[in-house]
Structure formats: structure tokens, C-alpha cells
């Protein structure tokens, strides 16, 4: 069975090899999937692809005519994947429904507490020859602090497991909380939520036309003054002008995120400078360090979580071909 994966940086290809215990014969495509290298997969009986590959109807109208049936994506994440189209075109469609929770956990607890005690904002005088305090860098400390995690999943959980750990106070908001998270957090509306918490940390699933800006004016003005976002979830759920207000007028001390708009422009490339990302917005944002603070969407760059991602992967390739189906499909609703 013949498999090309895309978006496969060097790094991950002894992954792919050591765990492909069914001995499936792979193509590997450094780059993410786009309208320029879908031919890559000709000749092939499946794909997988990554966060921000563009399996939209124009590719998978391609794979469909090349006899291509499967689809997969290796994330978590499904919102680049075009469930309506692959119905259509008779196309399954699976994910990773979780890899090790740690990994995005581990980097939001990180990007808020460098916020929380404003490690960056000294770091960046400090690089300027500038050992002055200033009030700026008056902080609280974790253990006194409120925790709100909106979004009590599975990495949502762990996050709140880390903070917890430190003595924090953690609340949470969500619809559907599982009997462990209502054991650790306090649950509550998102309005109460966001007026108790000194960090606000999301980790919620981004639906395309339906939850887009969830972080909007209202979100951030409703939050605690001086209190702190992260986002590691998905770029278009934070309204970036809406981040910028609140920075603007003291709701917000610290805005971090793994995650922006417009990723399939911008991830994986190197900019002669700030000038020339190709998102205004973007630009804006990235221009607001030392308090705004964005990492490259690395919180699944993990080993445990690309294991997780690959071997969880070939299991899905594994089951739909042995039995016709797989735990992990997703389909349109
Ligand atoms: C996800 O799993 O949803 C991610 O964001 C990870 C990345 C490989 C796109």
C-alpha cells in the first residue's frame, strides 16, 4: 500500500520509518500540501497530511481522479480538511483524534507563566543594556492567581493539572466537562470565567464559519484588567484587532499564541523582516512584543506527540483497509 505524506520535516522521517510496522511503501513531501504539489501523490493509494495542508475540494477532486480513497490528517485539528468534498467525491476521512495532551499543554502553561511574570518583557530591556525595573514587571505569584481554562478537553486538562500542580485556583469553561475535569476545576459560565481569571488559557476546536473571532471585543473586555490570553489553539479564533484593543486599554497585560491567521501563507517561511509577512494583521501583532509573544505552531513539535501522531496514523491506514472503516473517520455532519 503506497501513502504520501505531506509536510515531513527531516526530523520526523526516522519516526515515520522506525514505527511503520505494517510496512507501508511511503512518499515523503517536505513541504505542506498545496495546489502546486498535489501530483506528488499520483500513483498513490492514500494521503496524509498535516494542519494547514490544503486538502480542500480542488486537491481532493485531483485525488479522486487519480483512484486515491483515503485522506488523512495526522493532527488533531480538522479544519483544513473538506469533509462536504471528500463525501462527494466518495474520499474517507480520519484524524488524530489526540496525541500526548502534554505537548500544547506544556507550551500554553509556558507562554503564560513567561507572561504572568513578564520573563520576556525583562529579558527584552535587558538586551537593550537596560537593567531598570519598571512597574510593568510587578507580578502576582501562580499560587495566588486564578486559571481560566476555556475548553476542558484533554489538553485543556492538562494544562490545568500543571497550574494546579503550582497552587493556582483553576476554573473552567465548557459545555461537555468530563467527570475528571469537574473533579479538578471549578466549572462555570464563560463570563464569570473571564472576569476571575489572571491567565485565560483556550484550547478549544476551530469550526470554520461558525466560532471565528470567539475572542472578539466582547471576550477581551469582559476578562480581568491586567490579566494575561493564550491561544494555542487556532489563529482564527482570536480577533487580532480585538487582542490589540485589549492591550491597548489594560484588559489584557500579555496576549500569547502557537497560532495565527493565515498559517498556510506564513508558517515554514523566513521573512527578510516583520515587514514582509504577508497578513497586516500578523504584522500588527508580532510588532506588539515584548507582550505579545508568538511561537511558530510548535506545540505538537514534540517526540511523544509525533509519535503519537504517525503511529496513530498508520493504525488508521491499517484498520480502514482491513475492515473498511476506522475509530477515527470524521465525516460531514
Ligand atoms: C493539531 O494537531 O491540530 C495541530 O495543530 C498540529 C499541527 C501538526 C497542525
Redesign the pocket.
Known sequence: VKITSY?VRPIERPYFDKLNKYGFEMTYVEDLLTHDNAEASKGADAVLV???CLADRQNLEKFASWGIKYVFT????FNHMDLQAAADLGIEMAR?PG?SPYAVAELAFTLGMNLFRHVNLGISQTRQADFTISPAMFSKEIHTATVGIVGIGRIGYTEAKLYKALGAKVVAYDPYPSDAAKELAEMMDLPDLLKQSDIVSVHVPYFPGKNEDLIDDQFVSQMKQGAVLINTA?GELANIPAILKGLADGHLDGYGAD?VVDEVNILGKQFASVDDIPNQQVRDLVRANPRVLITP?V??YTEPALQD?ISISYDNFHDILTTGTTKNAIHAK
Open positions: 509536510g498535516r494542519g494547514n495526522r493532527s488533531v485539528g488524530v496525541y487556532r497560532v505552531h506545540g505538537s501522531m
